[in-house]
């Protein structure tokens, strides 16, 4: 079983549209970041949060922490072709030094 | 600029073939890691490095060995290929063990084990 869920884990939607993507965990994180994957590249960290309830912007990114600081969400206003990809959450645990990666959520944005 | 190198893009071997996949970094980073991906799984870890001849099992470290001689070069051993490693696989450096710190990922190692 995956420490982090995501999901969806496809997304196809038109260039314009609103999207949320979503990490949840039964765990406690003391920072979750957000990663966005391009074909045959590796990840890219896009936000780091570290306070419960914090809410990070990206021009049409929003990234939020969880107050419990067990989940986090992605949020992307009027979608653009460029935004495809990977998307992959990781989270810090509270002891130790790994991070731990979701399961991802593959977005296509449709021109 | 950051920069993570691994050693081929793609890579075939054999059954039983011993594999090795090289990782460099250019960043003087503390701490070094190779994780897999596969569809649906995300990545996970398979071992990491804080330090040179340092090293650390992750999730998955079973049918894998590292090894780290210098603070630049991190190598992922699979003793014995099996097709159930065929998979892509990830190095990552990052400067410390601070959590909030950026992991710097190379492109990845497509590797197909018949």
């Known amino acids: 079983t995956q420490l982090l869920e995501q999901s969806p884990q496809f997304l196809s939607i038109q260039e314009g549209e609103n999207l949320t993507v979503y990490c949840n965990s039964s765990s406690v994180f003391s920072s979750l970041q957000w990663y966005r994957q391009e074909p045959g590249e590796g990840p890219v960290l896009l936000v780091t949060v570290v306070t419960g309830g914090e809410v990070k912007k990206l021009k049409r990114l929003t990234f939020q922490f969880g107050d419990a600081r067990k989940d986090s969400s992605l949020h992307i206003t009027a979608a653009q072709p460029g935004d495809t990809g990977l998307y992959l959450c990781a989270g810090a645990r509270t002891t130790g030094n790994q991070f731990y990666f979701g399961t991802g959520t593959s977005l296509t944005v449709i021109p | 600029d950051v920069k993570v190198t691994q050693s081929s893009r793609y890579l075939v071997k054999r059954t039983g073939e011993k594999v090795f996949l090289e990782c460099v970094q250019d960043m003087d980073h503390e701490n070094m890691f190779w994780y897999r991906q596969d569809p649906g799984l995300g990545l996970r870890l398979i071992y990491f490095?804080?330090?040179?001849?340092?090293?650390e099992k992750g999730d998955i470290p079973e049918g894998y060995s590292v090894s780290r001689e210098k603070k630049e070069r991190f190598s992922l051993i699979l003793e014995s290929a099996s097709t159930n490693q065929t998979s892509m696989y990830l190095c990552?450096?990052?400067?410390?063990?601070?959590?909030?710190?950026?992991?710097?990922f190379g492109p990845g190692t497509r590797l197909l084990v018949l």
């Open positions: 990552a450096s990052s400067p410390s063990t601070l959590s909030w710190e950026t992991q710097y």
């Open positions: 490095s804080y330090d040179v001849k340092m090293k």
